[in-house]
């Protein structure tokens, strides 16, 4: 469902400017937007629940700061 309302949107000439993707640590799908005044919007599905009290949280790489590039028009 979640693509296609990415589609929907692309069919109805709003701009995206980033994705779809899909985040590393939520897990969850995503896709960038600016709104009518420039503001950069997530459209985001699926996150990623977490129900168990003892669950260990997963030690990863760090990566780059490459989020910013969402914000050039």
């Given at each position: 469902?979640?693509?296609?309302?990415?589609?929907?949107a692309?069919?109805?000439?709003?701009?995206?400017?980033?994705?779809?993707?899909?985040?590393?640590?939520?897990?969850?799908?995503?896709?960038?937007?600016?709104?009518?005044?420039?503001?950069?919007?997530?459209?985001t599905?699926?996150?990623?629940?977490?129900?168990?009290?003892?669950?260990?949280?997963?030690?990863?790489?760090?990566?780059?700061?490459?989020?910013?590039?969402?914000?050039?028009?």
């Open positions: 469902m979640w693509l296609k309302a990415v589609f929907y692309g069919e109805r000439g709003i701009r995206r400017v980033w994705g779809p993707g899909r985040h590393l640590f939520g897990n969850n799908l995503f896709s960038y937007y600016h709104d009518p005044e420039g503001n950069t919007v997530e459209y599905a699926e996150v990623e629940q977490l129900t168990d009290p003892n669950r260990q949280p997963r030690v990863m790489q760090p990566v780059p700061d490459i989020w910013n590039s969402a914000n050039r028009a």
